[in-house]
């Protein structure tokens, strides 16, 4: 292939492997010649072939695999939320809300009705922006932010990055990973640091030598992680806060996804000082996944990058949906309704994982809408055996960032809307599905 490959300079090179692309002539997965032999056969400096190289990987056409040297990039699929499509199976790893639980906006979108909204107007309704700053005013302390609305916590995780971040920097993600964070890091081009996470949240250990790797932002869920049910703990939080402490320019995104529903207090990693940080809270799990609308409190720096993103009448979001919002988070029933499911979610979890665990499972103590159950065997296997009996079910393999990991030995479960006789026989086939 080296023979193709043509040009005397960075740029020409570049261009050159992107035209072999484009002509299919270089597929997704095809290697490029390592550096020394291409700088040896086009007759230029090592400098510019690594120059070209380094053009490509940040335009998103090639990724390095250190010493597996450097291949053509593809689109890699990445497992999305919900029920799956087309299956006849009971799906019980959807991380879904209840949708009975869910209020209905009706008595409210009689009220969100009135004089439109024209270009050049603010994009953030007034009220809904008072409410916002009031909702996150106590958990960031003293802190001089600003309020922005975005369309749900991704949409603003996704601009969060675009305004800090260019192609090829290093995020730090937890590990196991919310799916949608894996999705939107691939798709930015940035490069995913794995952060394990254990009961107490994002661990110190991982943190830190994710700071030594240089990156540029880490996202964090502060409650209810994404799949493992975790919340971080007042000491870990802190200690967390103390590595953070000599990095003030690092992105601390926290995705407070479970907020008004979680049954855990608000821990943060945004210490005191901290230059560069949003803490997001979407709608979505509890007025319903089709309120695309999330609150993001940033430093008033990051507020200005954001703002312009948002252009009016293009890219921000619906005054019909914020009034609708504002609407339904002011409404007393309303909000006398979440709180009954946040309680309703936990409890069922959590008796469910006393089923397990009288199984000799372990199922720790977690929050948020789904369980984060530990096998004695290979999840797949499991998984592959509750299917036969009718069952679709999450493994943690999708929620890995190393796509060469061990293999996962957890399935992530999605019980509260079980009956009491399909939470009966679920039971009863996971214990046969793990003999």
Not at 65 to 78: E, P
Not at 358 to 372: A, I, K, N, Q, Y
């Amino acid at each position: 292939m080296n023979h193709e490959i043509t040009g005397s300079t960075a740029a020409d090179i570049a261009a050159s492997v992107r035209g072999l692309r484009e002509r299919g002539a270089l597929r997704p997965g095809s290697p490029l010649p390592p550096v020394r032999e291409l700088a040896a056969t086009l007759g230029v400096n090592r400098n510019t072939a690594v120059a070209a190289y380094r053009q490509l990987a940040q335009a998103g056409l090639v990724i390095s695999r250190g010493r597996a040297g450097t291949v053509i990039a593809g689109v890699d699929a990445v497992a999305q939320e919900g029920y799956a499509a087309d299956n006849v199976l009971r799906d019980v790893g959807t991380g879904n809300p209840d949708a009975r639980l869910i209020p209905d906006p009706s008595p409210a979108l009689a009220t969100v009705t009135g004089r439109p909204v024209l270009y050049g107007e603010p994009v953030i309704d007034g009220a809904l922006e008072t409410w916002a700053r009031n909702w996150v005013a106590s958990d960031l302390g003293e802190s001089d932010f600003r309020i922005t609305i975005t369309s749900g916590a991704v949409d603003a995780v996704e601009r969060l990055l675009a305004q800090a971040l260019m192609r090829d920097d290093a995020v730090a993600l937890e590990d196991p990973c919310f799916l949608a964070s894996i999705h939107t890091v691939r798709l930015g081009g940035y490069r995913a640091i794995a952060v394990p996470v254990d009961d107490e949240g994002m661990t110190v250990d991982g943190l830190r030598a994710a700071l030594d790797a240089g990156i540029r932002a880490v996202i964090c869920t502060p409650r209810a992680q994404n799949p493992t049910g975790a919340s971080m703990s007042a000491q870990r939080a802190a200690d967390l806060r103390a590595v953070l402490a000599d990095h003030p320019y690092v992105l601390i995104i926290e995705d407070d996804h479970f907020s008004m529903l979680s049954q855990r207090p608000h821990e943060s990693l945004i210490g005191p000082g901290h230059r560069r940080y949003a803490l997001v809270r979407s709608v979505s799990k509890f007025l319903g996944p089709d309120m695309c609308l999330a609150v993001a409190a940033t430093d008033p720096e990051t507020a200005e990058r954001l703002a312009m993103r948002l252009s009016p009448g293009t890219t921000w979001v619906s005054h019909l949906l914020q009034r609708l919002t504002l609407a339904q988070v002011t409404d007393a029933d309303v909000m006398a309704r979440i709180a009954a499911a946040g309680r309703h979610y936990a409890e069922r979890n959590e008796a469910f994982a006393v089923r397990l665990r009288e199984l000799g499972l372990r199922v720790p103590s977690t929050d948020g809408l789904s369980l984060w159950v530990e096998l004695p065997q290979p999840a797949r296997l499991v998984s592959e055996r509750l299917m036969r009996r009718g069952w679709l079910v999450r493994t943690g393999d999708d929620f890995a960032l190393d796509d060469r990991a061990e293999p996962s030995h957890h399935i992530r479960l999605t019980v509260h809307d079980l009956s009491d006789d399909d939470t009966a026989t679920l039971v009863s086939d996971l214990a046969a599905a793990i003999r």
